[in-house]
């Protein structure tokens, strides 16, 4: 059973869909990967599995639980988290307070929890008392990883988790989503960097106009002309 299932997923934000017929899977273990051009949907799909988008149709299953219908805030405690791309931390509350929020919805004692995640994310431990406002873009994003993994997800998805960040902070964060993956997590990340996508990706799903036509092991993906399917012109990879 995959840790994430979409099938047939369309959504919007008015009546006019901008995702239709979206299916996807994401394994316990693996890295999942969406790229696209920008304004394909990759966000929107993300906001609708999460729940704060309905779909429309489809159906999401975190494991053998049906959460299609189900408010968006209960979603983290049956193990499915969203780190959004923007926004993502409580700049006024410290590192470990910003913890403290992330393990609210998390069962039993979550002081060895925090501790567990602090001595993994060791910039952070570094800066446990600090305001989240005083870090780095990168230290922020990397907070608002470890806030969600307070819940000890099955499933994390990341919208663009290393926009903005410079290469060597890029491979910091790559790091930790290969590492929770190794976990057993199942990880779903929209990724701009199509070379990052490729490289630390099992499975990639290309979203163009709202559709995924395109996916494959990333082994398979690497071989395509992307530009071409970007553009939109999938079928000249069909020849
Ligand atoms: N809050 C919103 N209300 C209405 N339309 C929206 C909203 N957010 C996004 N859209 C529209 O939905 C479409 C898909 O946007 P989305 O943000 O999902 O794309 P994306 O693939 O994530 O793009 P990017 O690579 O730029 O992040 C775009 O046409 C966008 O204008
Ligand atoms: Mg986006």
Same mark, same amino acid.
């Given at each position: 059973?995959?840790?994430? +299932?979409?099938?047939?997923?369309? $959504?919007?934000? &008015?009546? =006019? ?6 299916? %996807? @899977? ?15 949907g ?28 189900m ?27 910003? +913890?403290?929020?992330?393990?609210? $919805?998390?069962? &039993?004692? =979550?002081?060895?929890r925090?501790?567990?995640? %602090? @001595?993994?994310f ?34 994390i ?29 199942g ?5 701009q ?47």
């Amino acid at each position: 059973m995959p840790a994430l +299932l979409a099938e047939n997923v369309t $959504a919007g934000y &008015g009546r =006019t869909p901008i995702i239709t017929d979206i299916s %996807l @899977s994401v394994e316990q273990g693996t890295v999942t990967t969406i790229i696209g051009p920008n304004g394909a949907g990759k966000s929107t799909f993300a906001k609708t599995v999460v729940g704060i988008l309905r779909a429309s149709t489809g159906r999401i299953m975190v494991g053998d639980l049906d959460i299609t219908r189900m408010p968006g805030h209960q979603i983290p405690r049956h193990g499915l988290v969203y780190v959004p791309q923007n926004d993502n931390v409580f700049k006024n509350l410290t590192v470990r307070e910003n +913890l403290e929020v992330g393990g609210f $919805a998390a069962k &039993g004692n =979550t002081d060895a929890r925090m501790e567990e995640i %602090l @001595s993994i994310f060791t910039d952070l431990n570094k800066a446990r008392e600090k305001k989240a406002g005083f870090l780095s873009g990168g230290q922020q994003n990397l907070l608002a990883i470890a806030r969600s993994l307070m819940v000890e997800p099955s499933v994390i998805v990341l919208d663009e988790p290393t926009a903005g960040l410079s290469p060597a902070y890029t491979d910091v964060v790559w790091n930790q989503i290969e590492r929770i993956a190794a976990s057993g997590t199942g990880v779903l990340v929209v990724e701009q960097n199509v070379e990052r996508a490729l490289k630390h990706a099992h499975f990639v799903h290309i979203f163009v106009a709202g559709s995924n036509h395109v996916h494959g092991l990333a082994s398979e993906i690497v071989a395509l002309d992307l530009a071409a399917i970007f553009l939109g012109r999938a079928e000249a990879n069909r020849s």
